[in-house]
């Protein structure tokens, strides 16, 4: 899978994580990165500590989503992995938190479809109380946030010239 096969009209980049505790926040940042840079009309951008129902609904209005979060999985090339997220219903212990796959589910459920999915999973090292980043989630985080800005439009900057 790469970031064009999810490159879609109305394109949705949901950062999901913790930003007091270090490399947990690195999606969160990715998408204040790409706030910063701008980014093309139909990409919209959204960040949370985690999922929750409600977000079947802002995930259903999209033609596709990539969800960036923070893994400790060995083996997680750097400077981040993409991977295919298909709806799938689960029975949560609560319902105040759900998997990407859930929410996806949600979506068919509510509101008959949902979006083409990929979660840009990014290798955190550092997970203290702490809001600052590792070095080398920093250094992902730039990278993640360049290709995503590739695929969702250009910098302000590059819209003035």
């Known amino acids: 899978m790469t970031l064009e096969d999810v490159a879609a009209p109305r394109l949705l980049i949901y950062g999901i994580g913790n930003v007091g505790r270090q490399d947990d926040g690195v999606g969160i940042r990715v998408v204040e990165r790409l706030q910063a840079a701008g980014v093309r009309d139909g990409v919209t951008l959204e960040s949370s500590y985690q999922l929750s129902p409600e977000d079947a609904l802002t995930v259903s209005l999209h033609d596709a989503v990539i969800f960036v979060d923070a893994t400790v999985e060995p083996g997680t090339p750097e400077p981040y992995a993409l991977q295919a997220v298909a709806p799938a219903p689960s029975a949560e212990f609560t319902t105040h938190a759900l998997s990407m796959g859930s929410v996806l589910a949600l979506c068919?459920?509510?509101?008959?479809?949902?979006?083409?999915?990929?979660?840009?999973?990014?290798?955190?090292?550092?997970?203290d109380v702490n809001a600052d980043l590792?070095?080398?989630?920093?250094?992902?985080?730039?990278?993640?946030?360049?290709?995503?800005?590739?695929?969702?439009?250009?910098?302000?900057?590059?819209?003035?010239?």
């Not at 990014?122 to 997970?127: D, K, L, R, V, W």
């Open 134 to 161: 590792s070095d080398r989630a920093m250094s992902h985080l730039e990278r993640a946030a360049a290709d995503l800005l590739l695929i969702a439009g250009r910098s302000r900057l590059e819209r003035r010239m």
């Open 108 to 127: 068919q459920r509510l509101y008959g479809g949902s979006p083409a999915a990929c979660v840009m999973a990014i290798p955190g090292y550092a997970f």
